[in-house]
């Protein structure tokens, strides 16, 4: 079932409270935001201690209004760093993924199309397709101790006492190369981020939209692109482009 004014509608009319209802999930609540009107937009959010904070509202005419603004005035702090804020925004109103990179948030819309393909040599392997394999010793879980509390193990009669430790019952064994500790065998292993071809798709990206929190429209998971206004497009007229 779409989340939408319809399915939030229904879901209030079945509660004690026609106006407002918990939704059982994180804490979240349901409500209208005027609850004599039958046709009033209904918000999803948090309501606690006096502050009230919307993150989905769903209007009549099928469309949905998303944000994510700080409750507090004069606070830099955005609630999109929540997992459970983007969680919510994306569970509530549709859309693919919200995400976060360099202390930044992206929408990813519903459906999303991918950025055309960018072919390039692999930055990880720089081009050879070969990356450092890591080698670590393995354990035995044999060692015994004598009466005196000298460990020693059966099956690795040859171990000095030195190496084995006299606390635990177990100790390394030395890898194949013959080295008790970890260590990087160089260009060891085929690079993981190009599978050994030294070439990688560096585009290929769900298309995204940078966004600071404030109220956007969305409808169908997707977002409803308004035309520029009048003084907009002057705008755009005057300036000369760059680049």
Known sequence: M??????????LSHGRKKYI???YDRGLYI?????????????VGWTYSGVTQRFVTYHKNSTTTIQALSP???NSWSPLRSYSTRFTIVRYA????????DFKFYIIESDPTQTPPKIQGCRKCKQSGLVNKYCGPTTCWEVNHHEDGTPYCEKHPNLVVSQLSPY?????????HDVQDGHNIPKGENCYYCNGTGKRDYGSKL?????????????DGKIIKSSASLLERMIADYVE???
Request: aromatic content about 14%; glycine content about 4%.
């Open 94 to 101: 549709g859309l693919h993924s919200l995400i976060q990179k």
């Open 72 to 74: 507090y005035p004069n």
């Open 21 to 23: 209802r918990p939704l």
């Open 241 to 243: 482009p760059i680049g």
């Open 31 to 43: 409500w209208k935001e005027n609850k004599w009107d039958p046709d009033s937009s209904i918000h």
């Open 2 to 11: 779409a989340l939408d004014w319809q399915w939030a509608s229904d879901y």
């Open 207 to 219: 298309e995204r939209t940078l966004w600071d929190g404030s109220p956007l429209r969305i409808k």
């Open 168 to 176: 635990h019952r177990w100790h390394y064994i030395p890898c194949e």
